[in-house]
């Protein structure tokens, strides 16, 4: 029973270091809202708000290309808004309207281009 337990224990702690990247900047987790930063800057605070209620939060900022995973509850019609904190320290934000199921995932992409930062669907 010992030898289970340790085995459960190495097998669970091998778990959890396979979840960020290799400079343990960004946590990885399934989800069915994924954000990718395309810009050359690093951005914060991804936020996932709906009816002013705070959904989920990213406690890690993400640099160019990488991603952050959010799990919304399955709803035929959401209404939520994205929000993140530019390296300048300015908050930008989106409000989307989107299907989540378990299978369905929604991807949105943050991008920097001509002094702009935008937050739109990504393919």
């Known amino acids: 029973m010992k030898k289970l337990m340790l085995l459960f224990t190495v097998i669970f702690a091998f778990l959890l270091a396979g979840c960020g990247?290799?400079?343990s900047n960004v946590v990885h987790r399934e989800g069915?809202?994924?954000v990718t930063?395309?810009?050359d800057y690093?951005?914060?605070?991804i936020t996932?708000?709906?009816?002013?209620r705070v959904i989920d939060v990213s406690p890690e900022a993400i640099k160019n290309t990488e991603?952050?995973?959010?799990?919304?509850?399955?709803?035929?019609?959401?209404?939520y808004t994205l929000s993140f904190?530019?390296?300048s320290g300015?908050?930008?934000?989106?409000?989307?309207?989107?299907?989540?199921?378990?299978?369905?995932?929604i991807l949105l992409a943050i991008r920097y281009e001509g002094n702009v930062w935008t937050i739109d669907y990504d393919s």
Do not use: W
């Open 90 to 105: 300015e908050e930008h934000f989106r409000e989307f309207t989107d299907k989540f199921t378990e299978s369905n995932q």
């Open 85 to 87: 904190v530019d390296n």
């Open 67 to 79: 991603i952050c995973y959010f799990k919304m509850e399955p709803d035929s019609s959401c209404v």
């Open 21 to 23: 990247t290799a400079n």
């Open 42 to 45: 690093e951005v914060t605070d």
């Open 32 to 34: 069915n809202l994924i």
């Open 48 to 52: 996932v708000t709906q009816s002013g």
């Open 37 to 39: 930063n395309y810009s």
